[in-house]
């Protein structure tokens, strides 16, 4: 079973940066396409980035422009730069494998990380 861990969030100031990292055992990771969701208070979970095995990215709308998505299948890391963070980026961060064409995801999820931006 692949465990996820998630770390780097905190609390920034609007306009600030953070980066998040994602490690994940098993030897499966290299292969799968891998995401990073965030879930805002009273809001359901939503994509925010993906990217592939071959690191083709694709990006929400939300913050396309502002964070990047990157992985190192050599570490079983997957990453997140959020860079000119907003106060509605405000969120719990997790990391997670889309099943492709649906909203399920393969892994169970992980504790997630808490992500602050005040204004």
């Known amino acids: 079973q692949v465990q996820l861990v998630e770390s780097g969030g905190g609390l920034v100031q609007a306009g600030g940066s953070l980066r998040l990292s994602c490690t994940a055992s098993?030897?499966?990771?290299?292969?799968?396409?891998m995401a990073w969701y965030r879930q805002g208070p009273g809001k359901e979970r939503e994509l925010v980035a993906r990217?592939?095995?071959?690191?083709?990215?694709t990006y929400g709308d939300s913050v396309k422009g502002r964070f990047t998505i990157s992985r190192d299948n050599a570490k079983n890391a997957l990453y997140l730069q959020m860079n000119s963070l907003k106060p509605e980026d405000t969120a719990v961060y997790y990391c997670?494998?889309?099943?492709?064409?649906?909203?399920?995801?393969?892994?169970?999820w992980g504790q997630g990380t808490q992500v602050t931006v005040s204004s």
């Open positions: 997670n494998a889309p099943l492709e064409g649906t909203r399920l995801v393969l892994f169970s």
């Open positions: 098993g030897s499966t990771f290299s292969i799968n396409t």
């Open positions: 990217i592939t095995s071959g690191s083709v990215t």
